[in-house]
Structures are given as structure tokens and as C-alpha cells.
């Protein structure tokens, strides 16, 4: 699905002060903001009301929040958990917003510091104080990152498939290659196919005798939207990250983990998770599904959400509840709002059920 967006570009050009462009979004009401930074603007798409929790999310690479979280907050059951609670502050890295202009190759190059560096001025410019982070893949690395620079600002991390060692030599290479295809062809096929296969399991990639699902098909074209000068920049920031594995113990804000049993990053998951203290993270493995569970598989995070937010007082609206629902609030074990359930490996969650004819 192609959307469309109506920019008010007003004095932008002329400005060197952090604006807000309205936009006309699908069904929620969201709006635009370019924050200038020490390291440059920064688009974050707003949704929600603002006197609320902050939630922010961050995308994996070359993607933005249409791309990345789009399945998961178009879900029914996550729009009454996420955007009761939180107001959404869905922070692209730079020159992943839609209709971005090339970022020149001579210009600064952030490196993963950098980037969490600009969302503390993110949170600053709108006034927030700790926020709920949700971060994919490489967005994971960059909220984490943030996350042990500045501790009191963040309240938990849910993580989808995260980094957080250096890159092994085998995804050094990869990327080594896709950097140059980037840099010299641009979004060329081959890049969108490894950049599918880094996202997607095989089943919904599809093959020979069964095309790809509309997932797939979506984000190919979305990604023909991306300005493959602003995806190498960030692409090679990521392949000279530094491993964050010594620090992870000293993190001591909720965190809960998804990656799919497929994901090429699976290991870097349970890496991560054996890092962490145990008495403040979760593991959930989502079986037959890749590294973007928030697009593959968005109903297979909504307990585990809803479960991880109940340890802060958080709930679904009442009024929106079945009392069938799997996920209402009676159905919902007391032993999994204490500190020690954290610790619990939620695995493997069964998304796809068979039937017996």
C-alpha cells in the first residue's frame, strides 16, 4: 500500500531551528517534527497524545516507522496496549523519513554514538524525561546504546532481534558488500534481496511455486523509497559498532526480547539475553519467523507486552477487554508481575496453529 503525505515545508529551508511539519497519516492523527541536532535532523513522527508516557521506537536498517512497526501498532490489540498508555515518539535514523534528500557523502558521519546521542536531544527538545524504548535489530543496538549512556532516562527496552556485539566476520563481510553496492549502484536488486533476508524468514519471502507474501512485497517497494547514500551512512556506522556485552549487567531498566527462531540474528539474541541481569530481562523466541516480528509476527508480542507493561502499572482499557480475551487482565498470572519473572525464558510461542481436517 503506496501512502501518501502532505508536507508543510514553510521556512524549513531557511531555518536552522527545529520545526514541525504536519502530515496526513492513515488513521491516527500522527505529526512530523525535524529536530536539529549536534549531529543533524532527525525525523520523529508523533502519534498520540503528548501529555502521556513516552514511548519511542527506532528501525532497523533502512527502514522507518511505516516499514518497521507499522504491523504492530495497526494491530487492534496493540493500538488498546500501546497508544492507551504511551503517546509514540517514532524516531527515524537520518535520512530515512520519507521523501529525505540525499545527505551529501562529504558530510559528518555519525558513528553509533552519535546516534544515541541524538535521541537524548530527541527527548529534550519535546521535554521528556525516562522513556519505554523499542528498538529492531540495529535500532536495538542504537536504543541500548542509549540506554547505558543515559540510564535515567530510560524506563525499559523491548527489543526485537537485537545487536550487541561487534559484528562477527561473516557480517562484517556481508556488509562490507552491501556497502559498496549501495555506494557505487545504488538500491539495486541485490541489496533489497539481502536486505529481505536480514528482515524475513524464507517462508513469506516465498519462492519458485509460491510468491512472496505482502509483507515482503511492501517493504520491497518501500524500500525503493530509501535514498541509498542515507543507508549507507548508517550501514557503515552499525558495521563499526563496538560490543556492548561488559555493560549489559550494569543494566538494570526491564528488558523484554523477541527474536524469531529464524532470524539471522538469533544468536546475537540469546547472547544478549545471557548477558543481562536475569531478574530484570525476558527472553521470548517466536517460532517460524524472522528478525522483524513487529511485521512477520505482531500478535505473537502482544502478551508478552501486555505482561511486561503490568509490571508498571500499565494496562489495556477496560472497555475494550472481552472477558474471553486471551489477553485480559483475569486471565494474567500474578507470579508474572514480580521481579524474579522476568528472568523467565518465554519460549517457544506457538503463532501458527495446524488443523486436522
Known sequence: MRLQFERERGKMADSSDSVSIDM??????????????????VSVAVFGDQDKPALITYPDLALNHISCFQGLFF??????????????????????????????????????????????????????????????TAGAYILTLFAMKYRQRVLGLILVSPLCRAPSWTEWLLNKVM???????????VVKELLLKRYFSKEVRGSAPVPESDIVQACRRLLDERQSINVWQFLE???????????????????LIFVGENSPFHSEALHMTSKLDRRYSALVEVQACGSMVTEEQP???????????????????????????????????????????????????????????
Open 24 to 41: 496526513e497519516t492513515i488513521s491516527l492523527g500522527g505529526k512530523e517534527y525535524l529536530v536539529k541536532t549536534r549531529h543533524g535532523m
Open 75 to 136: 494491530c487492534p490489540e496493540a493500538s488498546s496496549i500501546l497508544l492507551h498508555n504511551f503517546c509514540i515518539y517514532h524516531i527515524s535514523p537520518p535520512g530515512h523519513e520519507f521523501g529525505a534528500a540525499p545527505i551529501g557523502s562529504d558530510d559528518f558521519m555519525p558513528s553509533v554514538d552519535d546516534l544515541a546521542d541524538q535521541i537524548v536531544e530527541v527527548l529534550n527538545f519535546f521535554g521528556l524525561g525516562a522513556v519505554m524504548c523499542m528498538g529492531v
Open 237 to 255: 556506522a552499525m558495521n563499526g559498532r563496538p560490543d556492548l556485552s561488559d555493560g549489559l549487567r550494569k543494566l538494570h531498566c526491564r528488558s
Open 299 to 357: 500478535h505473537a508480542m502482544l502478551i508478552p507486552i501486555e505482561y511486561f507493561l503490568m509490571g508498571y502499572g500499565l494496562y489495556r482499557p477496560t472497555l475494550s477487554v472481552s472477558p474471553r480475551s486471551p489477553l485480559s487482565p483475569s486471565c494474567i498470572s500474578p507470579e508474572l508481575l514480580s521481579p524474579e519473572s522476568m528472568g523467565l525464558k518465554l519460549k517457544p510461542i506457538k503463532t501458527r496453529i495446524s488443523f486436522k481436517v
Open 179 to 189: 556497502s559498496n553496492l549501495l555506494y557505487f549502484y545504488g538500491m539495486c536488486g
